[in-house]
T-cell receptor, first 115, second 115 residues
Framework: GAVVSQHPSWVICKSGTSVKIECRSL??????MFWYRQFPKQSLMLMAT?????????EQGVEKDKFLINHASLTLSTLTVTSAHPEDSSFYIC???????????FGPGTRLLVL | AQKITQTQPGMFVQEKEAVTLDCTYD???????LFWYKQPSSGEMIFLIY??????QNATEGRYSLNFQKARKSANLVISASQLGDSAMYFC????????????FGAGTRLFVKA
């Protein structure tokens, strides 16, 4: 099967600091990776789509300067929450898609708490 | 406008019985894919089943089957022989080809399996 990892799984930080979350496809090359945010008891909201070697495509309402996405290789994408504030506290989930498949494979998620 | 609608916020089912989780969708793209994911309390998203818009037969994966009614734009998930471990949040999702492979999720249905 296709395995996607995320690191860290939990992060607590002070308001104003930046937090980097890594998403890795462990056993396949991911041409496209997606970043989602999920608030408690709500659905997943797509934040952005990233393709290896190109700029991410952000969904309407998502601040690209606040949520920096880098897809440096076919197995790694990073999401950096810059100058985090308490309202950024959420569950962030990445997913990765193989070129030849319809299915996205999700990482285990990262819980961010900004104090 | 809602593209994916799950009208059941919560469902109860007796262990060993079958349950149907409803999902309707809205798209004008002739090429699309429909997915169901399970999210247990740990937060990970577990892929369950996929149905392509051109697939002639309903998708099945073990105890999961997708009741695809294209004219009605519905893609209900049927779980047979429910188990206690099936208690989780279930999300219906759609990906339109014109949307660049991004996947949109419904609000989810929380399933409770009773012993």
């Amino acid at each position: 099967g296709a395995v996607v990892s995320q690191h860290p799984s939990w992060v607590i930080c002070k308001s104003g600091t930046s937090v980097k979350i890594e998403c890795r496809s462990l056993d396949f090359q991911a041409t496209t990776m997606f970043w989602y945010r999920q608030f408690p008891k709500q659905s997943l909201m797509l934040m952005a789509t990233s393709n290896e070697g190109s700029k991410a495509t952000y969904e309407q309402g998502v601040e690209k300067d606040k949520f920096l996405i880098n897809h440096a290789s076919l197995t790694l994408s990073t999401l950096t929450v810059t100058s985090a504030h308490p309202e950024d506290s959420s569950f962030y989930i990445c997913s990765a898609r193989r070129l030849t498949e319809e299915t996205q494979y999700f990482g285990p998620g990262t819980r961010l708490l900004v104090l | 406008a809602q593209k994916i609608t799950q009208t059941q916020p919560g469902m109860f089912v007796q262990e060993k019985e079958a349950v149907t989780l409803d999902c309707t969708y809205d798209t004008s793209d002739p090429s699309y894919g429909l997915f169901w994911y399970k999210q247990p309390s740990s937060g990970e998203m577990i892929f369950l089943i996929y149905q392509g818009s051109y697939d002639q037969q309903n998708a099945t994966e073990g105890r999961y089957s997708l009741n695809f009614q294209k004219a009605r734009k519905s893609a209900n998930l049927v779980i047979s022989a429910s188990q206690l471990g099936d208690s989780a949040m279930y999300f219906c999702a759609m990906r339109e080809r014109a949307g660049g492979f991004k996947t949109i999720f419904g609000a989810g249905t929380r399933l409770f399996v009773k012993a």
